[in-house]
């Protein structure tokens, strides 16, 4: 399962908290998208809902 054609990717270097799509500077919600055997860590912007691959994964 490849990550979902509606989530961006990124590659934050030493912080990534301001959302690119709208600007929200207040960090993130956090969702784990399964994919095979481990979890894909999203970030989902809270003000306009744009949602984020960073390449951390869990599990």
Partial sequence: MGVSDDI???SPENEFRVCPSCGYEYGF???FL???GKYRIILICPQCGARYYTGWNVG
């Fill in 34 to 36: 399964r994919d095979e």
């Fill in 29 to 31: 919600h956090v969702s």
């Fill in 8 to 10: 961006m990717e990124v």
